[in-house]
C-alpha cells in the first residue's frame, strides 16, 4: 500500500488546492499538496518537507484527521491528512499546474482525486 500524506493549509481562512499536472499520475486532478512518505519518516515530517519542496511553503501541523484508504485500478493508497497553517513562505509551484485559495463552500467546484472525496466531504461537514 502506497502512504502517502497531504495537507489542508489554512491561511486567512481559505484553503489551499492543488491541480497535479498533465504529467504526473492522475493528470489535471485537484488535492490536497503533499506526497509519499519516504521509508523510516515520520509521516510529520513528510508533510512539512513536501509542502516545501512542491510550493515553497513553510507550515505548521495543527491536527491530523482520519486516513483515507482508497483503491485505484492499479494501486492502493492509504492517505493521512493533515491540517496546517501556513506560517511563511512564498507560494511558487514547482510541480503543480495550478493552485488556488479558496472558501470550503466552494471545494465541490473542482475534480477531485477520487481518494480525496471524503476528506472533502469531512471538511465541509465540520464548517
Ligand atoms: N499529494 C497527493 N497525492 C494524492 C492525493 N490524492 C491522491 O490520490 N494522491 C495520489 C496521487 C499519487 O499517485 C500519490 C502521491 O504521489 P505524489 O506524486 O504526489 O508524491 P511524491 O511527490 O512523493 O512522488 P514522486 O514525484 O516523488 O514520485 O497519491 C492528494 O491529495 N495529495
Not at 516545501?52 to 492517505?79: C, G, M, N, S, W
Not at 471545494?107 to 465540520?126: G, S, T
Request: aromatic share 6%; glycine share 4%.
Amino acid at each position: 500500500m502506497l502512504r502517502v500524506t497531504c495537507a489542508i493549509i489554512i491561511h486567512n481562512e481559505k484553503i489551499l488546492i492543488c491541480q497535479r499536472s498533465n504529467t504526473m499520475n492522475l493528470p489535471l486532478k485537484w488535492e490536497f499538496p503533499g506526497g509519499k512518505v519516504e521509508p523510516g519518516e515520520d509521516e510529520t515530517r513528510t508533510i512539512v518537507r513536501e509542502i516545501k519542496e512542491e510550493l515553497h511553503l513553510d507550515i505548521e501541523v495543527t491536527k491530523r484527521l482520519q486516513p483515507v484508504e482508497h483503491d485505484y485500478p492499479a494501486f492502493r493508497i492509504r492517505l493521512v491528512p493533515f491540517i496546517a497553517k501556513m506560517i511563511g513562505g512564498e507560494l511558487l509551484l514547482e510541480e503543480h499546474a495550478d493552485a488556488r485559495w479558496i472558501a470550503v463552500n466552494e471545494l465541490n467546484r473542482y475534480d477531485w482525486a477520487p481518494a480525496d472525496l471524503p476528506i472533502v466531504e469531512q471538511l465541509q461537514v465540520e464548517r
